[in-house]
């Protein structure tokens, strides 16, 4: 799941560039959504603070309550992996940010055919989000950003009640279900048990009742009804 999180206090901005995004993204097979703002209000922040994955900010500077720059620091205190572009008719604010060291993918001027350019910086957000896609979660108050080429298997502890994301090296248990978890993550996970999602780019081997994986981990959540369908993916 892509989520693209737009502000602009222009309607017609932000209904166009949203526009752009949906065109595009109709003719991939990603999960996608749009969220679109026209301040940086309460809302716009909680976005920012939230445990949503792979988050696409298209921004605008001057705005009535705050500055994008503002809120791209805020954005980069939290994290480092979201992406951000500028939207601006300002262009004499580009070296500003430029000095700012914001990881901004892109500064376009909104009144030098900017639709081509956004196009083009959705293209390369998606080629960077395919090859660090991040699964964010959040427990006991901590909150843990795991690659999902690291994630082996995710299934359901039915004594406390959490879901557990195994990975190469740990397991993490959060209180979210199965399918939240999965909702955030790719078509690579796949349903081999009802309480497990295995990531199919990292299994080698299916024997008999048994996953093996890469690393040489195995797992025994594979019934007959989800085998059966392996055999075509």
Known sequence: MIN?????????TVEKVSKIITMYMMNTDI?????????????????I???????VYILDIEMPSNSGIVMARKIRSFDNNSVIIF????????ITILKEELLILSFINKFDNYEDRVLSCIKKTLSILDQKQVLKVKYNDVIYSINS????????DSIDRKTIIKTDYEEIKVNKTIIEIIENLDRRFIQTHRSCYVN?????????NKIIFDNGETTDLLS???KKEMEYI
């Open 4 to 12: 693209f999180i737009i502000c602009d206090d222009s309607y017609g």
């Open 31 to 47: 999960e996608y959504h749009t969220h679109c703002f026209h301040d940086y209000d309460e809302n716009f922040e909680k976005i």
């Open 49 to 55: 603070t939230s445990d949503m994955p792979s988050k």
């Open 87 to 94: 939207l601006t008719g300002h262009e004499e604010l580009g």
């Open 149 to 156: 080429n690291d994630i082996l298997y995710i299934t359901r």
């Open 200 to 208: 199919n780019d990292r299994i080698t081997k299916v024997e008999k």
């Open 224 to 226: 007959a009804k989800y």
